[in-house]
Nanobody, 123 residues
Framework: QVQLVESGGGLVQAGGSLRLSCAAS????????MGWFRQAPGKEREWVAAIRWADGSTYYADSVKGRFAISRDNAANTVYLQMNTLEPEDTAVYYC????????????????WGQGTQVTVSS
């Protein structure tokens, strides 16, 4: 099992930036990719971005493409989500998760999840 701890959330004005971190521990050799998801009140969990651990290939939801960037530090077993030009619609709890499959956009394909970090963007 993998333990994931997110950090870096907070309150920011529209147009601002935040960087989220997700530190992993435990059976860290077993995953194929790590992803970021978000869930706003009353809405379903939404996939945001993913990074393939072996080669760093990245994938983004259309809603964040060009504004968010996912990256990894293999030595530290940490994944980052740099979020720029934030919009009120980005307000949500953000979660990181790991998957051993290639279906990186599907929440049900992820096995281990962090506790989430709140991001609030004011207008």
């Amino acid at each position: 099992q993998v333990q994931l701890v997110e950090s870096g959330g907070g309150l920011v004005q529209a147009g601002g930036s935040l960087r989220l971190s997700c530190a992993a521990s435990g059976r860290t050799f077993s995953w194929y990719a790590m992803g970021w998801f978000r869930q706003a009140p009353g809405k379903e969990r939404e996939w945001v971005a993913a990074i393939r651990w072996a080669d760093g290939s990245t994938y983004y939801a259309d809603s964040v493409k060009g504004r968010f960037a996912i990256s990894r530090d293999n030595a530290a077993n940490t994944v980052y989500l740099q979020m720029n030009t934030l919009e009120p619609e980005d307000t949500a709890v953000y979660y990181c998760a790991t998957t051993i499959t290639g279906r990186v956009t599907t929440p049900n394909e992820y096995e281990d999840w962090g506790q989430g970090t709140q991001v609030t963007v004011s207008s």
